[in-house]
RNA sequence: CGGGGCGUAGCGCAGUCUGGUAGCGCACCUGGUUCGGGACCAGGGGGUCGGAGGUUCGAAUCCUCUCGCCCCGACCA
């Protein structure tokens, strides 16, 4: 049992002025943590209490699917070496060397080292599968480290590593990571989903990140109550059908349209929907020197440019995913070159398409919105002109059709047909399939059962342990803000530093403070982790401070103690509750219950 | 790395433009009153004004350099 009077819990009426997000804020104000430099935090016992919390449900569901290590944070470069990843993680790994010249860093994951072991010890296919997991300090030399516990160089990861004699091994220890983070995610209380994510350069292997929704994140996610979810660079949507214009000749026909250059200001001339537009935006993308393939076809740099429906959003990811390179706005004089045309009257009529992506040429992508669409509105490449009667297919051939637009919020997602959620979120979890990179560049091998060396499979499993609590912070404080208006937050009982509080009103009334003592007591007895607020404070000081911490559960004890009766205070729901003395304790039980179930 | 902002007491800030040797609120310490929503009165302690150099009789204030932190962007799990 603690008793808040002998607890070093600093806390703090005002945030340092550096503070910018709710979790950040209220974390330093609550004593939880101190910042030493950028990105850089201190965990003082409150912090601790909690991430010590979250660490054992994260351990407890690991030990059930896997076993544990510790890992040495510092490491020679000679592991990263072999995996190409010393020159490959590039400024963001911390680099140093030791009193001889040799050079070290300081860990960002361990995949290196991991494989290492795994390729030491591992002789016989008999020993597969193997899941190691391990709980530990990373470091990244990030750019930009913020918002607090968010993003910073320095950060508590559980990864874990699995390796299996074959694919379909990997599927099973990829889909045991799935349902563990479910639970871990669950039991933490938090509010999350996972998202599809990019399937990177193997072949049909699979990644998922688990988000949570919250304004202080950084990926935009789309998602539905069907089970869809996507990050914004992925994600796609059903459209509602629409009407296309009827034509007023079958071939495309010229519109004087003076001064007339945006999608509402045409539209309104014309008296058509912007969907009934065909919009054109013109980049250029600048290959990277990688691609030296795409170098050699195109050039360096090439003109690309994209029609959407006039409503519809361009995402440029999903547009420089197929262009193959960084897309920057054309300047005017580019925009002449390509179409002969000023911008405002741009349109797909009289552009030379690339006929493949490879190959040279202006590289033309239809939005898949526009397939089949008929009698649209675009530039014509004239100045002051307009075109009715557009037909895609008909009238000009793009390079490719594909999904290139931004889906927006409220529109169906393409599984289930459930309105889709939009928003910024935080990604507390990340499980792929890794493949044979590190096993191979690594040189590991085991014998299967013809006696054959092979190289076995390997995934690779993260989850962010400062990001779980940051995550439940930033919820709760939504909520709040959202129902009060008020900057506060209420920790799941799981996760929250204590349980309850229990908050003597004044410690100077003996049968206030006994009283207090004694529940605290029986609380603890029963196995209920119980902060005592013992301190000579006015009520109000300790309300505030006790709001401050997050602990869930508040119990007063006050006046009402004369008729035997204490307030329940359950700050997850928001509600009080008068309870006699002597069922408080099996009420609380219950709740907590409920809480975990 | 590009753009912007800020460094003055533990926290929040004023003072800087127009140089004259540092102030307010909270917090802290002592005494008293108060005691269910961040009390009140009285007294008190605490600051290399981020650092270095320069200008000046004199620099928190002007000039040069430098370090750090925050935000937007770029980048990135």
Known sequence: MHCWS??????????????????????????????????????????????????????????QIGQEFLLPALNPREVWEESG???????????????????????????????????????????????????????????????????????????????????AGLDASYNKH???????????????????????????????????????????IASSASGYAANLEKATSKLAPVEDLAPTSDTPELVHTPGFRTIDEVGAFLQTKPHHQLKTMAYIVEHPESDAKQLKVVGKTRAVVAFLRGDHQLNETKLSAIALGQLRPMTPEEIADTFHAPAGYLGPIGLEAAPHPRKPGVLVVLDAALEGRTNLIAGANKEEYHLRNVTPGRDFKPTVIADIRNINEGELDPIGGEPLRLGKAVEIGHIFKL???????????VLDKDGKATTPIMGSYGIGIERILTAAIESSAAKFAAESATEQYALPPAIAPFEVIVTITNVRETELLEAGEKLAKELDAAGIDVLLDDR??????????????????????????????????????????????DSITTHLISLLAASKQ
């Open 435 to 445: 493949g044979y990179k590190y096993a191979e560049s690594m040189g590991a091998t």
């Open 6 to 63: 002998k607890l070093f819990i600093p806390t703090l009426r005002e945030a340092p002025s550096d503070a910018e997000v709710a979790s950040h804020k209220l974390l330093l104000r609550a004593g939880y943590i101190r910042q030493l430099g950028a990105g850089i935090y201190s965990y003082l016992p409150l912090g601790q209490r909690s991430l010590n919390k979250i660490i054992a449900i994260v351990r407890e569901e690991m030990d």
């Open 536 to 581: 000579d404070e006015r009520a109000g000081v300790k309300f505030k401070d006790s709001e401050l911490i997050g602990v869930p559960y508040r119990i007063n004890i006050g006046k009402k103690l004369a008729q035997g009766q204490l307030e329940l205070v359950d700050r997850l729901n928001q509600t009080t509750v008068d309870l006699p003395l």
């Open 85 to 167: 990843r010393w020159t490959g993680m590039g400024d963001n790994m911390f680099r140093l060397k030791d009193r001889k010249g040799a050079e070290l860093c300081l860990a960002m994951t361990h995949e290196e080292v991991m494989t290492s072991i795994a390729r030491n010890e591992l002789r016989s296919y008999k020993q597969l599968p193997q899941i190691w997991y391990q709980i530990q300090t990373k470091f990244r030399d990030e750019p930009r480290p913020k918002s607090g516990l968010l993003r910073v160089r320095q950060f508590i990861m559980k990864d874990a590593y699995s390796f299996d004699i074959d694919a």
């Open 178 to 220: 799935d349902t563990a983070y479910r639970t871990i995610f669950t039991r933490c209380g938090l509010d999350f989903v996972a998202v599809e994510a990019d399937s990177g350069a193997m072949g049909g292997s699979q990644s998922q990140e688990f988000m949570v929704y919250t304004e202080a994140g950084e990926d935009l």
